[in-house]
């Protein structure tokens, strides 16, 4: 008995059995997985972590220096929740943190980053010349995990020499502030251009105020976003060979700028005198007029007054005709 032949495939009948070849393969296979955004956090040390008391007298010059960190959001979804905290890894009664161990910073957008200043305060007495203290910075952000500044990292107390060959040329900045405010307070001053290592900066009382922003530009060609500029790549890991040390060889010097933007957290007086010490050779030096400068300035922050009356204006609006 013979069967009858099938009916010849038509084009149509071909294209659906390749469209279920196709589905078919797309289930065996399994379809790819889709990439959920999410924010991730670095963090870089800021600032030098060497400070200093005068070498000759220790109650007479700086004992209160700014150290920080950069916290940056390195993933492809907003941070919130940012924090940044101190912690310290070993015990010293001649170093301490003036202020908050915690530090509150804005939420960043992919590529953004912020910056935390922290407080560090020296006994100001002969005891003090070469001690240390070791800490890191940890940065947190809301469903992410902390990250930190590397470790072993110290605060080193160096013997200052007061000398005259750095200065201060110039201040701009509110002398009376509101809690709550913003603020931008400008120094201006001139070093020697042979400097492994500059930094220059006032000390902004953190009960007082907060250190939004900062931005340094000096006349040897480097403009960066702190109070220091390391020029000569300096070794500061206490466990690294030429410790405290330059890794290279260039310099930073002349004519400076420092702008600092800060908001005011907190009621009381405080004054801002502009600390401008170096790295030279084999030996550390501050200007001689960071106590006596007139062109420190003397900030008087209060809080806000209740039974201030809001300004009112006259404003008013129109539109075309027959729009309400």
């Not at 957008?109 to 003090?128: H, I, K, N």
């Not at 040897?220 to 109070?227: D, L």
Request: charged share 15%; net charge negative.
């Amino acid at each position: 008995m013979t069967h009858p032949s099938p009916p010849p495939t038509s084009s149509a009948g071909r294209a659906l059995r390749v469209v279920a070849a196709a589905i078919l393969g797309m289930l065996w296979i399994g379809t790819p997985a889709t990439h959920a955004a999410a924010p991730a956090l670095s963090i870089t040390p800021l600032e030098w972590n060497v400070v200093g008391l005068d070498s000759n007298n220790p109650a007479s010059g700086p004992n209160r220096f700014h150290i920080g960190a950069r916290v940056c959001n390195t993933g492809d979804a907003p941070a919130t929740g940012v924090e940044a905290q101190w912690s310290w890894d070993t015990a010293n009664p001649a170093i301490s943190l003036q202020g908050p161990a915690v530090r509150a910073l804005p939420d960043l957008e992919p590529s953004e980053c912020a910056s935390a200043w922290f407080g560090v305060e020296v006994l100001p007495q002969a005891s003090s010349f070469d001690q240390a203290r070791q800490f890191h910075i940890t940065a947190t952000a809301a469903g992410v995990g902390s990250v930190s500044t590397p470790t072993p990292r110290e605060i080193y107390v160096e013997r200052l020499v007061s000398q005259n060959r750095n200065t201060i040329t110039g201040s701009t900045g509110e002398t009376t502030a509101t809690v709550g405010q913003t603020y931008t307070y400008t120094f201006t001053g001139m070093t020697s251009t042979t400097y492994e290592q500059l930094a220059a900066q006032a000390f902004f009382d953190p009960t007082i105020f907060e250190v939004q922003s900062v931005e340094m530009n000096v006349e040897s060609g480097q403009s960066v976003s702190q109070f220091y500029v390391d020029a000569c790549g300096w070794v500061s890991d206490p466990t690294a060979a030429g410790y405290r040390s330059c890794a290279g060889a260039d310099k930073a010097g002349g004519t400076f700028d420092v702008t600092v933007r800060v908001k005011v957290i907190g009621a009381g007086s405080s004054t801002l005198s502009m600390l401008v010490y170096d790295f030279s050779g084999s030996s550390y030096h501050y200007n001689s007029d960071y106590s006596t400068s007139v062109h420190a300035i003397n900030v008087v922050a209060t809080e806000p007054d209740p039974n201030t009356v809001p300004n009112a204006v006259d404003d008013s609006a129109s539109t075309d005709e027959g729009v309400p």
